[in-house]
């Protein structure tokens, strides 16, 4: 059974920062791009960022580039997203997904596997 699980949102001033954290169980790790994805209330979810499974290659949304950074360490069958800089309008719930396409990709229903998410709050 695939499990992804996520951690690490909370509530934090404008500026401040906040680490992500989506721990991966039941799959080949290794063998997955890892994304991320948030939704607003009211709003549609979109795209945050993406990592190859090697991590060699990453791809962000326009509007965080600059300020987050995602990672992973497939030793530990963990992808992080580091938020900097951050604004209220980057309030939404977090969501993890994994992709086993041969490139990767930023669409959503693309992705096999999801997290539940996890809710970060900004403050202005």
């Known amino acids: 059974q695939v499990q992804l699980v996520e951690s690490g949102g909370g509530l934090v001033q404008a500026g401040g920062s906040l680490r992500l954290s989506c721990a991966a169980s039941?799959?080949?790790?290794?063998?997955?791009?890892m994304g991320w994805f948030r939704q607003a209330p009211g709003k549609e979810r979109e795209f945050v960022a993406v990592?190859?499974?090697?991590?060699?290659?990453?791809y962000y949304a326009d509007s965080v580039k600059g300020r987050f950074t995602i990672s992973r360490d497939n030793a530990k069958n963990t992808v992080y997203l580091q938020m900097d800089s951050l604004k209220p309008e980057d309030t939404a719930v977090y969501c993890c997904?994994?992709?086993?396409?041969?490139?990767?990709?930023?669409?959503?229903?693309?992705?096999?596997?999801w997290g539940q998410g996890t809710q970060v709050a900004v403050s202005s």
């Open positions: 039941g799959l080949t790790f290794d063998r997955f791009h």
């Open positions: 990592i190859s499974w090697s991590g060699g290659s990453t």
């Open positions: 997904a994994a992709d086993d396409s041969i490139r990767v990709v930023t669409i959503a229903p693309l992705y096999q596997y």
